[in-house]
C-alpha cells in the first residue's frame, strides 16, 4: 500500500474520450475539460476525501485486463487531478491497495482523524479492496476504469446490490463529468449526516444522467427456430467436451438438467492432436485468414500456422468423441505449457461452421451456446465480458472470440481482423464486426442453480 498527500488547488482539469480496450484506457480523463464542467464546486462544502485505487502495481506486471505492462500512473494522475480542480476546498489523499490486508491498513491509518468519504477506482479486476472500505460504513463511491477493472466492478457491485449496501454509491461512465456529480454526494451526506443515504444520492445522480434509449427500431430478421420437443432432441443428442479442467459442480448439473452429455479431456490430448495437424493444411488456412481478414495487427505468420493447426486438433478431437462442441482452460493451458496455440482462431472456425467452440473452459456458458445454436438451426453465440457505460446507455460485450457468420454456417460473413490476445500481447485472437441494427439476445443457462 502506498499514500500520497495530494495539494489543493491550482492543477489542470482533465477530461476523458471512450476509446476501445487499451486505448479507451489509455485515454481516461485525458483531454481537457470544457469550460465551465467544474463550475460551483468550489462553493461546496470542506470535506476530506480518500482515493483508493485498487490494482496489482502501478505497472501491470503479468496478463489480465487491459494489457501487461499497461502503466496505471497517469491514469492516477489524471483521476486525482481531475477530483482536486473540481473541489479546490476539498483534501484528497491518495493511496492504493492490491488485496484486503492492504485495505485495512488505509483504513487504520485514516482511524485517527476519520475522513468524510472513499472514492475505490477499480484498476484492475479481481483486486478485493473495496470490501473492506465500504465495511468501514463510511460513504464510499465505487468507480469502474473501463476494460480494465470491469470484471471485478460489476461482480461486486452485484454483491453490494444484492446485500442493500447504502452507505455505497457506483459510477461506470466514460463521461468524467458523471463522476463529478457522483462526488457531490459526499457533501449532501456530511450535511444531512447519513451515510446511508449515499448509494441513493449516487444513484439519483446516475439516472438523471443517463440518456433516454432512443430508437428502438430494428432491422428485419426472418428467424426460424426450432419447435421445443425439436431442440431437446437435439440437445440431447450434443456433447461437450471440456479440455483442462472445468467449474466445479456445473457439467453433472448440465447433464441432468439439460440433458447435454459433458465429457473431460485432457490437455494432452489436444496438444497431441495440434502437433500432429498436416502442415500443408494449416498453410492453406493461415493463407485463408490472410485473405479474408480485413486486418492483422500484431501477429506474424508462424503465429498464424500454429493457430491453424490448432483449429485441426480441435477438430480432430471432436471428430474422435463424436462430440459437437469444445470448450477449453485456454489461458491455464497456454500459461501452464500444457497447449502451444490459443484456440480463439478455432473456435472461430467452429462457430462458423454451426459447431460450438468456447473459451475458459466456461461449461455454463457452453451449454448455453449448444442450446441457443440448436434452436435457431445454427446461428452461433459468444462469450462475452460486459462493460457498462451509462454516459452512452450501452453495454459493450468485449471479448476474445466472435463468429463472422452471425446468421449460419450458410449466410452472408462480416468483416473480421485478426489481433493479439489482449492481456498478454501473444496469439492470436479475433474482433468480429458484426452486423448493426438487429436485435441481439443476452442469455445464460444456470442449470446448477435449479431448485
Not at 489524471?78 to 485495505?103: H, N, V
Request: proline share 6%.
Amino acid at each position: 500500500m502506498e499514500e500520497r498527500h495530494v495539494p489543493r488547488g491550482g492543477l489542470t482539469c482533465p477530461l476523458s474520450r471512450r476509446r476501445f480496450l487499451t486505448a479507451a484506457s489509455a485515454g481516461a480523463l485525458g483531454v481537457l475539460a470544457p469550460a465551465g464542467l467544474f463550475q460551483g464546486c468550489a462553493r461546496a462544502d470542506k470535506l476530506r476525501i480518500r482515493i483508493v485505487y485498487a490494482l496489482h502495481a502501478v505497472v501491470q506486471p503479468g496478463p489480465d485486463w487491459p494489457n501487461v505492462g499497461f502503466d496505471f500512473q497517469p491514469v492516477m494522475d489524471r483521476t486525482t487531478t481531475a477530483l482536486t480542480k473540481a473541489f479546490p476546498r476539498w483534501e484528497f489523499t491518495t493511496a492504493m491497495a492490491k488485496d484486503p490486508e492492504e485495505a485495512q491498513k488505509v483504513l487504520d491509518e485514516d482511524a485517527a482523524a476519520p475522513l468524510d468519504g472513499y472514492v475505490v477506482m477499480q484498476l484492475n479486476c479481481w483486486n478485493r479492496v473495496v470490501q473492506t472500505i465500504a465495511g468501514s460504513g463510511r460513504p464510499t463511491l465505487y468507480v469502474d476504469f473501463q476494460y480494465a477493472g470491469s470484471g471485478g466492478f460489476l461482480v461486486y457491485t452485484a454483491d453490494f446490490l444484492r446485500k442493500g449496501t447504502g452507505n455505497l454509491g457506483f459510477v461506470a461512465s466514460s463521461r468524467p463529468e458523471d463522476l463529478v456529480a457522483a462526488c457531490r454526494a459526499f457533501g449532501e451526506v456530511k450535511r444531512s449526516g447519513t451515510a446511508d443515504a449515499f448509494g441513493a444520492l449516487v444513484a439519483s445522480t446516475r439516472r438523471a444522467s443517463t440518456p433516454g434509449p432512443g430508437d428502438l427500431s430494428v432491422r428485419p430478421d426472418d428467424l426460424t427456430i426450432l419447435a421445443p420437443g425439436d431442440c431437446l432432441r437435439a440437445m440431447k443428442e450434443s456433447k461437450i467436451l471440456a479440455v483442462g479442467g472445468s467449474w466445479p459442480g456445473i457439467a453433472p448439473a448440465i447433464m441432468a438438467e439439460m440433458g447435454i452429455e459433458v465429457v473431460e479431456v485432457p490437455f494432452a490430448e489436444v496438444n497431441e492432436a495440434w502437433a500432429a495437424a498436416d502442415k500443408d493444411e494449416s498453410e492453406a488456412i493461415a493463407d485463408r485468414w490472410e485473405r479474408t481478414a480485413s486486418r492483422i495487427e500484431g501477429v506474424d505468420r508462424a503465429t498464424l500456422v500454429t493457430s491453424a493447426a490448432m483449429s485441426l486438433g480441435q477438430k480432430a478431437v471432436l471428430r474422435k468423441h463424436r462430440a459437437n462442441a469444445i470448450t477449453i482452460n485456454c489461458l491455464g493451458g497456454f500459461y501452464g505449457g500444457h497447449i502451444h496455440a490459443y484456440p480463439c482462431l478455432g473456435f472461430h472456425e467452429l462457430n462458423n461452421e454451426g459447431l460450438v467452440g468456447a473459451c475458459e473452459c466456461d461449461l455454463r456458458s457452453t451449454a448455453t451456446m449448444v442450446t441457443m445454436t440448436a434452436m435457431t438451426g445454427g446461428r452461433p453465440g459468444y462469450i462475452s465480458d460486459p462493460v457498462i457505460d451509462t454516459a452512452l446507455r450501452q453495454i459493450i460485450y468485449a471479448h476474445c472470440v466472435a463468429s463472422n457468420r452471425v446468421f449460419g454456417p450458410s449466410g452472408p460473413t462480416n468483416p473480421f481482423e485478426i489481433l493479439t490476445h489482449s492481456e498478454d500481447r501473444q496469439g492470436a485472437s479475433v474482433r468480429s464486426l458484426l452486423p448493426l441494427g438487429y436485435m441481439t439476445t443476452t442469455v445464460e443457462f444456470a442449470p446448477e442453480r435449479k431448485t
